[in-house]
T-cell receptor, first 114, second 112 residues
Framework: SAVISQKPSRDICQRGTSLTIQCQVD?????MFWYRQQPGQSLTLIAT?????????ESGFVIDKFPISRPNLTFSTLTVSNMSPEDSSIYLC???????????FGPGTRLLVL | DAKTTQPTSMDCAEGRAANLPCNHS???????VYWYRQIHSQGPQYIIH???NNETNEMASLIITEDRKSSTLILPHATLRDTAVYYC?????????????FGGGTRLMVKP
């Protein structure tokens, strides 16, 4: 498995602002993913963070709204841009690496947009 | 990836076995069955996975039917801390880079 940390753990933001969420893994991993979990809902994949290239976004998610960086094999950031109350969700980082039998998840970042 | 169908919610008495069913009638031969759970306010936690044989670990047992169209996750002695949403997911490959797609899950309530 992997130890995954996310910063911040929670935040309250004003509409129109942006927030960058960090994901740090304790070992090098092949793949990193970002998920969103809206209140009372299941998890939805936002994108796959690719090292050295642009992230791969799922249908309904765009780079301008959710820019993602992955500078190395242990770190990624997700930015939620120009936030609105509809962006209030839990944002989760997930990883998959060599020798791992499946994906593992970080603790999540709880975002409330007022 | 194949879709799964799970009951929306279930109750279980503390100390009894919790049996959580999952239907995946369109599963392909190379798709595995994974179970995760999400305790309130935490990230999803991996429980167990299998291809066609029954599997057991320190957390749970996974029973997959011979035709692989359904499976059951068994928590042998449920505790209050097992109260969570349980997700059954089918996915191609064992470590092939295919990401997990989550359905609605089953909300398990373990009661004293």
């Amino acid at each position: 498995s992997a130890v995954i940390s996310q910063k911040p753990s929670r935040d309250i933001c004003q509409r129109g602002t942006s927030l960058t969420i960090q994901c740090q893994v304790d070992s090098q991993v092949t793949m990193m993913f970002w998920y969103r979990q809206q209140p009372g809902q299941s998890l939805t994949l936002i994108a796959t963070a690719n090292q050295g290239s642009e992230a791969t976004y799922e249908s309904g998610f765009v780079i301008d709204k959710f820019p993602i960086s992955r500078p190395n094999l242990t770190f990624s950031t997700l930015t939620v841009s120009n936030m609105s109350p509809e962006d209030s969700s839990i944002y989760l980082c997930s990883v998959l690496g060599q020798g791992m039998q499946t994906q593992y998840f970080g603790p999540g970042t709880r975002l409330l947009v007022l | 990836d194949a879709k799964t169908t799970q009951p929306t919610s279930m109750d279980c008495a503390e100390g009894r076995a919790a049996n959580l069913p999952c239907n995946h009638s369109t599963i392909s031969g190379n798709e595995y069955v994974y179970w995760y759970r999400q305790i309130h306010s935490q990230g999803p936690q991996y429980i167990i996975h299998g291809l066609k044989n029954n599997e057991t670990n320190e957390m749970a047992s996974l029973i997959i039917t011979e035709d692989r169209k359904s499976s059951t996750l068994i928590l042998p002695h449920a505790t209050l801390r097992d109260t969570a949403v349980y997700y059954c997911i089918v996915r191609v490959g064992d470590n092939a880079g295919n990401m997990l797609t989550f359905g609605g899950g089953t909300r398990l309530m373990v009661k004293p």
